[in-house]
């Protein structure tokens, strides 16, 4: 979605409320594409001083599948979203992720949503931080109890480990 900021460039102090939807799901994350359902984005863009700073939300139901044990879950997305609006960018190598170039008079909120959608996902997707994953060996859910394989013996103890079996 373009939208059209004619009307904040030159007025301090305006402000403008927008709202849009997106759908992501070809985005993939791990071993899912976690948004099946569209991303929403609602905020408002406010001329700062000369400066279009954008505030918003991104709120959806992502789909996930746990990156240690393999489980699907469901996880609420609600992000909030902070970035400046430029005409021009002055120096490339100092602009940051947050800061996004206008086309003409217009802000591609398109663009902006899919920034924030993939710069706030996690690195892992997990069902609960304390998920335990599965065993190596015999692939049991170790979130529901141990598995009962033996542990390995380091190849270079091995020889010590015949001693005390003696």
Request: aromatic residues 4%.
């Amino acid at each position: 979605m373009r939208l059209n900021l004619a009307k904040l460039l030159d007025r301090p102090g305006e402000s403008l409320a927008f709202e849009t939807q997106a759908d992501l799901s070809d985005l993939v994350f791990g071993s899912c594409a976690p948004a099946d359902e569209p991303v929403a984005f609602k905020g408002e863009i406010r001329n700062t001083a000369g400066v279009l700073i954008l505030n918003g939300r991104l709120k959806s139901t992502l789909h996930c599948i746990c990156d240690r044990c393999l489980k699907p879950f469901e996880k609420e997305l609600d992000q909030p979203v902070e970035a400046v609006l430029t005409t021009e960018i002055q120096d490339e190598e100092a602009a940051d992720a947050w800061t996004f170039l206008l086309d003409g008079e217009e802000a591609d909120l398109d663009e902006i949503l899919d920034a924030a959608f993939v710069l706030n996902m996690d690195s892992q997707l997990l069902c609960r931080e304390d998920c335990k994953g599965l065993c190596s060996r015999c692939g049991k859910d170790l979130n529901e109890g141990p598995c009962g394989c033996k542990k390995e013996i380091d190849p270079r103890l091995a020889v010590l480990a015949q001693l005390l079996e003696k």
